[in-house]
């Protein structure tokens, strides 16, 4: 007979729960506000400016994006418990640790963000605007929309690859502690920007236009999202154990398996509406059906992107370097 | 300039708790937190069992994933190499907590700054031993400065055979355990 007891006295023993829904729901807010950074950019930047005619593409999403990540980092404030102290991030840069590259990223990112947002409005919406710091800054940014869209694409990059290095280099937690999360946050950020841009977007070839674009984005995430369960089930006993939760069907681990089956459906299926919206006849305008199908594909892309992070974020913090316990 | 170790005889301990209960006194540690504990362990094939009494706490690792990861430096290496937290700078943003692989820290909930075992640092200045070395009733827990090599914690891991924690995390601790199971008498 094979006695092993962990004979733990569970009074003292400590149990991991640091991050909730506050931190899930910033890195959703600021994966997606990278991917409508990176999206508008290519909208502006796109050649044959077929897309930039878009009104709400082409200044809308760049106003949105600050004002979403705005959101995202209240959140991340409201998770802090000492908040008087919040000043430090900005008295100090420790160049080894993520949070301190992202605290200052995050504050950096703004005044990009913001002036390309006043050199995308565009010339018919500026006639209507009183004489007025708006209207001036707005007419100084306007030969520089294309560079601040180039600035604005590579920010976005760091954005969203930002959230995913952030929780991969914690070593003490091996769910997290992968190269390929990184990819896999950027990946998926990307891919609800592109979402949201086709929700957006009010003409019908710009809808398909980022269609066709999410198609290629929400392909690399599952294959990104296998990867990296390949990568931990093939990995040390540690790893391997961090991804169990979400292969378990019992009840104390039921909600990680539903995340699991809920993006096993959304994912594929967000792939299959498109491909039937981008093979459809679209000589003419799209029907309300059609649109109907487009917006539902996007909400999908939307919630498997929620899904990723609450469910990282939470299976994460069961996971421990020494196996689970 | 010392370098703060403790050396666990882990024969000598008796899972008394004394040292748990010391340390709350000690640093006014809440109620639901601990920065010690002690883990009893039972396993082999029976009859031939072996069981482990492990006291656990922060081991000021000389390779901290808790200070590396702190965002405004309020955990910090100090010059006799024990890990400490800054209260002031602390801004309770948890990323030591996550880093940490022997789960050793907490959120202080009636301040929100991040803690753990100091090796009672306001005792070390008084020229005291840490509480739970103190009060250890069978002299389980060793306390001393590793660059003394007369000191006994240098004595002991010269003479004994010891292990760290999770050594394969490379973090380096500075807690060693000798004598894993108790020897036969």
């Known amino acids: 007979m094979e006695l092993t007891i962990t004979g733990v006295n569970t009074i003292t023993y400590p149990y991991l729960h640091i991050w909730d829904w506050r931190v899930a729901v910033y890195l959703f807010l600021g994966g997606l506000t990278g991917g409508l950074m990176c999206m508008s950019a290519i909208a502006n930047l796109r050649p044959g400016k077929v897309v930039a005619r878009d009104q709400p593409c082409c200044w809308r999403i760049p106003l949105l994006a600050p004002i979403i990540l705005s959101v995202g980092m209240f959140f991340l404030f409201l998770d802090l418990e000492v908040k008087k102290n919040m000043f430090w991030f900005y008295l100090t840069f420790k160049p080894l640790s993520p949070m301190s590259w992202g605290s200052w990223l995050l504050v950096l990112i703004y005044p990009p963000m913001i002036l390309y947002a006043f050199a ?35 920010l976005g990059i760091l954005l969203a690859i930002y959230t995913g290095i952030l929780l991969s280099t914690f070593v003490a937690r091996p769910l997290w502690n992968s190269s390929i999360l990184p990819v896999l946050f950027l990946v998926s950020g990307m891919s609800t920007g592109t979402a949201l841009m086709i929700m957006m977007a009010k003409r019908d070839e710009v809808k398909l236009f980022f269609t066709k674009v999410d198609i290629w984005l929400i392909f690399s995430e599952i294959v990104v999202l296998l990867l990296l369960f390949y990568g931990h089930y093939t990995s040390d006993a540690a790893h391997r154990a961090s991804i169990m939760p979400f292969f378990n069907a019992s009840h104390q681990f039921f909600p990680y398996f539903l995340s699991i089956v809920a993006l096993g459906i959304f994912l594929p299926l967000a792939i299959v509406l498109k491909f039937l919206e981008v093979k459809g006849e679209h000589s003419q305008h799209l029907g309300a059906s059609g649109r109907f199908l487009m917006h539902a594909s996007a909400v999908l892309v939307l919630i498997g992107g929620f899904i990723i992070r609450f469910a990282l974020v939470y299976a994460g913090q069961l996971s421990k370097f020494s196996g689970l316990s | 300039m010392p370098r703060y170790a403790m050396v666990i005889d882990q024969s000598r301990c008796v899972a008394c708790m004394a040292c748990v209960v010391a340390c709350k006194r000690e640093n006014d540690v809440p109620p639901e937190h601990y920065r010690t504990r002690v883990l009893e362990m039972v396993e082999g094939r029976f009859p031939k069992l072996k069981s482990e009494f492990r006291s656990e706490l922060c081991n000021h690792c000389s390779n901290a994933p808790c200070v590396t990861v702190c965002p405004t430096g309020a955990s910090h290496k100090e010059e006799d190499g024990t890990v400490q937290i800054d209260r002031n700078k602390c801004v309770g943003c948890k990323a030591c907590l996550a880093a940490c692989p022997y789960d050793a820290r907490y959120i202080n909930e009636e301040h929100g700054f991040a803690d753990k075992c100091s090796f009672c640092q306001h005792r070390l200045k008084a020229g005291k031993m840490p509480a739970c070395v103190a009060t250890c009733v069978g002299g389980s827990r060793m306390f001393g400065d ?40």
């Open chain 1, 120 to 154: 995308a409005v565009p010339d018919d919406f500026k006639a209507g605007m009183k004489p007025g710091l708006l209207k001036t800054w707005s007419d100084r940014m306007r030969p520089h929309l294309l560079l601040l869209a180039r600035i604005n694409f590579v």
């Open chain 2, 146 to 185: 590793l660059n003394d090599p007369d000191s006994l914690v240098s004595q002991l891991l010269r003479e004994n055979p010891y292990r760290v924690l999770l050594e394969a995390a490379g973090t380096k601790p500075n807690v060693f355990y000798i004598n894993q199971y108790p020897r036969k008498s």
